[in-house]
Every structure is written in structure tokens, then in C-alpha cells.
């Protein structure tokens, strides 16, 4: 156990912040057993596995603009990780008609194949990863997050409401 987490005693009133940093350390660890094993078996990273994730579940392609706000990075993070997949023939950009800064973002058949490895492998590694969590305790974990992530989500666009307000009110 963490020494942090030894010295607080239950009951504390601090169970929330122990559970924060135990959620961390444990989402730390796994990605970056991710990171090695993607470096490893495939010489790449995480991020493009990441962007090669978005496109494979969209057959038809995302806008960048689309892609980087599903992945939550920046357009400049996205357009890099593009680049090089265009080079290595797994991604493909096309014109988005009637806007000219505007591509559309897709996976070239040989992308899908390479995706298909990748993920085969990706889901053998987390299945390695979580092997003592039972399919019964993951059910219930995820069941307990979607909920806590969708109660995080509004408040945050509660936030994100007072605070643009507020924003705008502000003399310059």
C-alpha cells in the first residue's frame, strides 16, 4: 500500500481523496503497461492507437475538428498523429466539400488491418491487466462509473455555463 494512503486512518473524512489517488496510481500503472507493450509489439504509441481507435469506429471518416474534440487533445496533437499515419499509407485525408480548411479523416484498408492487430493484442493486454477482476465486479465497476461520469459531466457544463457568463461579463 502507498504510504500516503497507510498513515489516513478510515473515517477521516479524506475517503474520497485516497480514492482519487488509488483510481490514479491504478489507471497510471495500466497505461503505462499499455505504452510499453504498444512500443514493444507494434513500434508505436499510445496516441495513434488512440486516433486509430476514433477512426476504426467510424467507417466514413471524421473531420479533424471532429476527431481531436472526441479525443479530447488539441487539433495540432491530432493533425501530427495524422501526418504520420498518411506517410506509413494507414490514414487518408480528403477535401470536405464547401469548406476549404476542413479535411475529412479516414483508414485505408491497410489502416483497418493494422488496427485489427493492434487491438487484438491491446484487448489480450487488458484482459492480462484486469485477470483478478471478475466479469461480475467489472460489470458493477462500470455500471458505477458511467453514472459517476455522467453526473461529472453536468456539473462540469453547469460550470462551464457560469463561468462563460461570467467570462463575458468581465470588462477587458
Same mark, same amino acid.
Given at each position: 500500500?502507498?504510504? &500516503?494512503? &497507510?498513515?489516513? @486512518?478510515?473515517?477521516?473524512?479524506?475517503? /474520497?481523496?485516497?480514492?482519487?489517488?488509488?483510481?490514479?496510481?491504478?489507471?497510471?500503472?495500466? &497505461?503505462?503497461?499499455?505504452?510499453? /507493450?504498444?512500443?514493444?509489439?507494434?513500434?508505436?504509441?499510445?496516441? #495513434?492507437?488512440?486516433?486509430? *481507435?476514433?477512426?476504426?469506429?467510424?467507417?466514413?471518416?471524421?473531420?479533424?475538428?471532429?476527431?481531436?474534440?472526441?479525443?479530447?487533445?488539441? /487539433?495540432? /496533437?491530432?493533425?501530427?498523429?495524422?501526418? #504520420?499515419?498518411?506517410?506509413?499509407?494507414?490514414?487518408?485525408?480528403?477535401? *470536405?466539400?464547401?469548406?476549404?480548411?476542413?479535411?475529412?479523416?479516414?483508414?485505408?484498408?491497410?489502416?483497418?488491418?493494422?488496427?485489427? #492487430?493492434?487491438?487484438?493484442?491491446?484487448? @489480450?493486454?487488458?484482459?492480462?491487466?484486469?485477470?483478478? *477482476?471478475?466479469?461480475? !465486479?467489472?460489470?458493477?465497476? !462500470?455500471?458505477?462509473?458511467?453514472?459517476?461520469?455522467?453526473?461529472?459531466?453536468?456539473?462540469? @457544463?453547469?460550470?462551464?455555463?457560469?463561468?462563460?457568463?461570467?467570462?463575458?461579463? #468581465?470588462?477587458?
Amino acid at each position: 500500500m502507498d504510504p &500516503e494512503l &497507510e498513515q489516513a @486512518s478510515v473515517g477521516d473524512g479524506k475517503e /474520497n481523496l485516497r480514492l482519487w489517488l488509488r483510481f490514479l496510481k491504478t489507471s497510471r500503472m495500466i &497505461e503505462a503497461q499499455l505504452r510499453q /507493450n504498444l512500443k514493444r509489439d507494434f513500434d508505436t504509441t499510445l496516441p #495513434r492507437f488512440d486516433v486509430m *481507435v476514433a477512426l476504426s469506429r467510424y467507417p466514413d471518416g471524421l473531420k479533424m475538428s471532429e476527431l481531436s474534440g472526441l479525443l479530447r487533445v488539441s /487539433n495540432g /496533437n491530432v493533425t501530427g498523429i495524422i501526418d #504520420r499515419l498518411a506517410v506509413e499509407g494507414l490514414a487518408e485525408r480528403t477535401a *470536405v466539400p464547401g469548406d476549404r480548411r476542413a479535411f475529412r479523416v479516414c483508414l485505408t484498408g491497410k489502416g483497418q488491418i493494422e488496427f485489427q #492487430r493492434q487491438a487484438v493484442a491491446h484487448k @489480450s493486454w487488458i484482459d492480462e491487466l484486469l485477470q483478478d *477482476v471478475t466479469p461480475e !465486479e467489472a460489470t458493477a465497476l !462500470e455500471t458505477r462509473l458511467l453514472s459517476f461520469n455522467q453526473a461529472l459531466e453536468e456539473r462540469s @457544463s453547469q460550470f462551464k455555463t457560469v463561468s462563460d457568463t461570467e467570462t463575458s461579463a #468581465r470588462p477587458c
